[in-house]
Nanobody
Framework: VQLVESGGGLVQPGGSLRLSCVASGFTFTNYGMSWVRQTPGKAEEWVSAVRASGTNTSYADSVKGRFTVSRDNQKNTVYLEMDNLQPEDTAVYFC????????????RGQGTQVTVSS
């Protein structure tokens, strides 16, 4: 299993970023996928998830209305569109197999840094 994230960077408050996670080594269409974020010194925080079919999504309250998760099963890729970013969104974002609380602590990517600062 390999999960490779990209798209992070430095953005001003109110800005937007789109993260991508390319998956390989497993049957992507069989699994829900999650985005999780981690800030140094804090516990990992589940952010969002999308079902294998792409029809059902779920969000943490902290990002609801600002973030949008989606997937392209033809490209084995899951996306996280992040709008109206705030400094508290600064974290390393990684994708993981699984949906919601069931996200895999084993099959996860290395992450991409998102920094929101003026």
């Amino acid at each position: 299993v390999q999960l490779v994230e990209s798209g992070g960077g430095l953005v001003q408050p109110g800005g937007s970023l789109r993260l991508s996670c390319v998956a390989s080594g497993f049957t992507f269409t069989n699994y829900g996928m999650s985005w999780v974020r981690q800030t140094p010194g804090k516990a990992e925080e589940w952010v969002s998830a999308v079902r294998a079919s792409g029809t059902n999504t779920s969000y943490a309250d902290s990002v609801k209305g600002r973030f949008t998760v989606s997937r392209d099963n033809q490209k084995n890729t899951v996306y996280l569109e992040m709008d109206n970013l705030q400094p508290e969104d600064t974290a390393v974002y990684f994708c993981a197999m699984g949906f919601g609380d069931q996200w895999s602590r084993i099959y996860r990517g290395q992450g991409t840094q998102v920094t929101v600062s003026s």
